[in-house]
């Protein structure tokens, strides 16, 4: 595979993300668990996460936001896709609700590639945009609370809720562009994290930890190789937000620095296919993101799956 199609640039017109209001800390799940603060924070980063809400309603008050900053209403989306792995249902798919929720006609789907998803999607909105379509609705969405297993220490520390979305669109300026990206899937380790049907959420949380890693700097490679740079290129990645001990041995193999990282764990925990999208609104706060930045995601789990985009950044979504 080679570098994306050019010709019809992808911009990010607006980011939008929510955190559901009750707040879980590390301490309040050591009061019910056999665990602490300092060994979630030491081992995870992780120091408390969000809980509560539905992916469908959480979803569309991340995308309301994403749709408000890109000054679109529900007629300018073409097509709304919706990363999750803790959808409102088994059947039907969240995306179609969230569609009706926020007044849209047009195509809804949902895309379940776990902590990947939002990424995923991402490159399959460059696909339709290449098809003819002028704007597109990427949202990231979790209601992990309802899969998570809270007598389990291996698992019940790590998860939370939350949503992020874009608000994604042509650029014939060519400002903005999707320059590489790297797809995957390893259909061996289903076991290693899974959820049954009517399910809780299983771990094998060292295998996890050792191919996340694998995951994270083959894919990052390959996607810096299609868009032809190099780390130093970079200005910032989103990577997943797992587990900063995942980012940190990844980078010792890759070369970034947590200067050109942004993370957002501690106050989120793992938000599955949500996470990205919410650093990425974190960032666009705090400035970190640019005219002409070069922006990576990086998204890996269960699956296994992992995505990489790499990004020129263009135009003010705040
Ligand atoms: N609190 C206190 N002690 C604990 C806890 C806890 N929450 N969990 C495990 N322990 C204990 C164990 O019982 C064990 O004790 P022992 O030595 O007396 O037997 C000791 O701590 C070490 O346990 P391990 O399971 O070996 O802990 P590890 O260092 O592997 O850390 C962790 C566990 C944090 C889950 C780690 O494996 C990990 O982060 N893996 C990646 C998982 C992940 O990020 N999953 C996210 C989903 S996938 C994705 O998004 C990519």
């Not at 989306?77 to 959808?87: C, H």
């Not at 989120?268 to 609104?281: E, F, H, K, M, Q």
């Amino acid at each position: 595979m080679t570098s994306p199609a050019p010709g019809v640039g992808f911009r990010f017109a607006g980011v939008g993300a929510h955190l559901p209001d009750t707040i879980v800390t590390n301490d309040d799940l050591s009061k019910n668990m056999d665990t602490t603060h300092e060994w979630i924070f030491d081992r995870t980063g992780i120091g408390q996460r969000h809980v509560g809400g539905t992916t469908s309603e959480l979803a569309t008050a991340a995308c309301e936001k994403a749709m408000q900053r890109a000054g679109v209403g529900p007629e300018d989306i073409d097509q709304l896709l919706l990363a999750t792995t803790s959808p409102d249902f088994i059947c039907p798919g969240t995306a179609p609700q969230v569609a009706h929720n926020l007044g849209l006609d047009c195509g809804a789907l949902d895309i379940q590639a776990a902590c990947s998803g939002w990424v995923y999607g991402l490159v399959h909105a460059n696909g339709l945009l290449l098809q003819g379509m002028d704007r597109i609705l990427v949202a990231g969405a979790e209601a992990l609370d309802q899969i998570t297993d809270y007598t389990d220490r291996g698992t019940g520390i790590l998860f939370g809720n939350g949503a992020g979305a874009a608000v994604v669109e042509r650029d014939p300026t060519g400002a903005s562009e999707l320059l590489g990206f790297d797809l995957g899937a390893a259909g061996e380790f289903v076991h290693i994290l899974y959820a049954e049907h009517g399910g809780l959420l299983q771990m094998d949380g060292k295998e996890v930890f050792r191919q996340a890693v694998t995951a994270i700097n083959r894919s990052a490679t390959n996607a810096l190789e299609r868009a032809g740079l190099t780390v130093a290129d970079i200005d910032l990645v989103l990577p997943h937000q797992a587990n900063i001990r995942i980012v940190e041995a990844a980078w010792k193999k890759l070369g970034f620095t947590m200067e050109q990282t942004a993370m957002r764990l501690h106050e989120t925990g793992n938000t599955s296919a949500a996470s990205i999208p919410l650093v990425l609104d974190q960032a666009l706060d705090q400035g970190r993101i640019k005219e002409g930045s070069i922006v990576m995601f990086l998204g890996f789990g269960a699956g296994m799956t992992w995505a990489t985009t790499i990004h020129r950044w263009s135009g003010d979504v705040r």
